[in-house]
């Protein structure tokens, strides 16, 4: 990325900011990045970063380059809670429901979509969308539709497959995959109405169906309340560990296999092992900023530091936690031989 006149007089730039996410170990402040970079204050970067948007076609560039794409590819969405609960005045923060930790938190909300080949099970991060209702109207089930339209349509990738947590199982995504001829994959909700008796009983929670030793094996077409008539879908139980069980609905009729279903399940878990990485080495969650602008920025920044971790460490055969570590193999040696603080 060739660096913009502003940038050129700045002194900074976004590969410089990313290059300190890359580096510093747990403090993310541009308090601490000023303090460590030469001739660059911390108000000259709060400039940047509050008047500079990032340029998100390079984040595509970036990751596009790296890819491996598949003929039966699969995209995977999920959001997760970016933890703001000590930051109550930063302005695209909101009170809203953490899955992983079962409460409502103050932070934001990202929404992000993932692509993997299913051959090799390595997985990109392609798009994502900040959740904030408040300034373009816009729910986490509309960013889905928007980044899959994009994926399709504006970078043409080649799909299979839609992987989706219970939250996006809703008549009007599931008939958006329908009808650009994609298929889905996604739990319901164990309280989810349904019916699997061709309209001949009443609809039941799914988590109250009748399943024969077949239909364990094979799956049941079932019709979901609030869906067309005609629109019916394969549900398959499916156990994902000794007490839990989820109920995985699919557009693919001619799907008849419980065990390929529950690999659907494990990747779709793909995009977990994303958010507790990019959390854990980024520092995603530790801009402490009040605009907006700036924390927008600070996670385009973080999400592309995380794609790049994440090449390096198939290049050489590793983690991106043990990448971070290793930064300070060199520093723990020099301390060692010889120490800073001598203990007496």
Known sequence: MELTESEKIMGFSYRDYCQYLVSSQKNYTLTYLA????????????????????????????????MEIDEEGILIYDDTVLNKYSSKEIEIARYQYSGAK?????????????????????????DYRIYNPDEDGKTKLDHLIDMLEAAIFKKKLPIKAVLMDSWYASKKVMSVIDNWEKIYYCPLKRNRLVDDT???????????????????????????????????????????????????????LSQNSTS?????????????????????VTGIESCQCRKAAIQKNHIACALWVWNFL????????????????RLL????????????????
């Open 102 to 126: 079962k409460k409502v938190l103050q932070g934001i909300g990202l929404v992000g979509c993932i692509y993997l080949n299913p051959k090799t099970g390595k997985y990109w991060l392609i």
């Open 260 to 280: 390929r279903v529950k690999t659907y399940c494990a990747w779709r878990w793909k995009i977990e092992e994303f958010h507790r990485e990019v959390k854990q």
């Open 310 to 325: 994440t090449t390096i460490a198939r290049q050489t055969q590793t983690t991106v936690y043990a990448l971070k570590q």
């Open 198 to 252: 061709g309209g001949q009983e009443k609809y039941k929670r799914v988590d109250s169906l009748k399943w024969n030793s077949q239909q364990e094996e094979e799956g049941k077409v079932i019709k979901i309340r609030g869906f067309p008539a005609e629109k019916k879908v394969k549900l398959f139980r499916v156990t994902i560990s000794t007490n839990r069980t989820e109920y995985i609905a699919t557009n693919d």
């Open 35 to 66: 303090e460590h970079l030469e001739g660059v204050s911390h108000d000259r970067i709060n400039r940047y970063l509050k008047n500079q948007p990032f340029p998100l076609e390079e984040f595509w560039k970036s990751v596009e380059k790296e």
């Open 329 to 344: 193999d060199d520093y723990l040696t020099a301390q060692l031989c010889s120490s800073t603080l001598s203990f007496p």
